[in-house]
């Protein structure tokens, strides 16, 4: 466990709790990656310093005080240009790394796909390659401590042409398995059936919600960034009716843009989707911060238009006092994902929501279209239904998309 010092720089108009919750966000990414944060620094400036980000004053301080407590290692609140991290680095005669490669650390020892590594070390390399000028000593910690995981023995100092080839090879790689996955999606929009996708905030409980949801055994501990991998499952809403679920890995504030692509495969996942479940943990201060994060990043990601059910979780940790103003709104739930009536209530609510974008329908099928009866059971949300013996007809009443296959065969058949 290395013993680290986290540097930040509080710009004067900075919102001071953002930048506080900023602080001990990155404290706790730094504890996910298995580092032991002794001191928190940060000075009060006007504008970031151009070579040491904080300023030579205080550069001179943070370095007398990590000699002097035997610190390994300076992690940095901001993405710092190669200049920075040298220049740094000279003067404090420590390794030095930032926020961006504290998250890519922990998404190279979580990935477990072979999409999730290789999107994660072409992350890794596209952020290395411009920094890779006077990082000798720095790289050559490489496997040996925090920010060092991923790319590995490919040993980055020595050859900057290895690494274009290496990169070259990743996103082919990378697009092999991307068609390969656009096979799996498209036999999957073929079946027609509603899919709901989990997004939040990194730690709100959406893997335990799947599993609670779904009966998978999905990845879930109270940990920054559980669940790195897609993982899409079968979920049976009241009805009967089989919907699929989507777990997303978790968003985080400020996500740098090298990371964008270590995120899109799970992110791909929220282009299929009908509806969006934003889970929420109702116990953290910084509740409506964490929100907006996710809906900012949601609109860049292009999915903020569809339609969104605001799930409030963790609701069972929360004091009478403190639960008082989740109250009952439309769109809205909250819940513990361990308390199965609320289960159930999320499940009624995924139900109407899939409904409300569904076209309703009612037909009597005569009996010798048993075939078409057996569709409507598996395929569409059906409500009600009986065989009329006296008619025989099957009487049906149920809901289905208005793209699917089956619904020009339901219209012949549709009822007045």
């Not at 020595?158 to 068609?179: G, N, P, S």
Request: overall charge negative.
């Amino acid at each position: 466990m290395e013993r680290i010092m986290i540097v930040g720089c509080f710009l004067k108009g900075e919102n001071r709790s953002s930048f506080e919750s900023s602080l001990e966000e990155l404290r706790a990414l730094t504890e996910a990656a298995r580092g032991t944060v002794e001191f928190v620094r940060y000075q009060e400036r006007d504008q970031i310093h151009p070579s040491t980000y904080i300023g030579k004053g205080k550069i001179a301080e943070i370095a007398e005080e990590a000699e002097a407590n035997e610190l390994d290692l300076l992690v940095f609140n901001d993405e710092l240009s190669p200049g920075q991290v040298q220049s740094i680095q000279s003067q404090t005669k420590l390794p030095v790394i930032d926020r961006t490669q504290v998250i890519l650390d922990i998404f190279a020892s979580r990935a477990r796909t072979k999409e999730g590594k290789i999107q994660v070390e072409l992350a890794q390399l596209n952020y290395m390659l411009p920094r890779l000028i006077g990082q000798g000593e720095a790289l050559s910690r490489l496997g040996g401590g925090i920010g060092t995981r991923g790319p590995g023995e490919t040993k980055l100092e020595t050859d900057r042409r290895h690494i274009h080839r290496r990169m070259t090879e990743l996103k082919k790689q990378l697009e092999d398995v991307k068609k390969r996955r656009t096979i799996y999606h498209d036999e999957r929009q073929k079946q027609n059936l509603a899919q709901f996708a989990l997004v939040g905030y990194t730690n709100a409980g959406k893997s335990t919600l799947l599993n609670q949801l779904t009966e998978a055994d999905s990845h879930a501990e109270d940990q920054l960034f559980a669940t790195l991998d897609p993982l899409t499952r079968s979920v049976q809403l009241p009805s009967g009716y089989q919907a699929l679920l989507s777990d997303t890995v978790g968003f985080i504030q400020d996500l740098p843009t090298t990371l964008v692509a270590a995120f899109r495969a799970t992110l791909d996942e929220l282009t299929y989707a009908n509806v969006l479940i934003h889970v929420v943990d109702a116990t953290d201060e910084r509740m409506d911060e964490h929100m907006k994060t996710v809906e900012k990043l949601l609109t860049e990601l292009q999915v903020d238009h569809l339609p969104t059910l605001t799930v409030l979780n963790k609701t069972d940790q929360l004091t009478d006092e403190q639960a008082a103003p989740f109250l009952p709104r439309e769109h809205v739930l909250a819940v513990s994902a361990y308390d199965q009536q609320d289960v159930v209530r999320l499940k009624e609510e995924m139900e109407r929501l899939v409904k409300e974008e569904m076209i309703y329908y009612h037909v009597q099928l005569p009996a010798e279209e048993g075939k078409l009866y057996y569709r409507l059971r598996n395929e569409t949300l059906v409500e009600d239904f009986e065989f009329n013996e006296e008619r025989e007809v099957y009487d049906v009443k149920g809901y289905v998309y208005s793209d699917h296959a089956l619904w020009g065969q339901i219209q012949q058949y549709m009822q007045a």
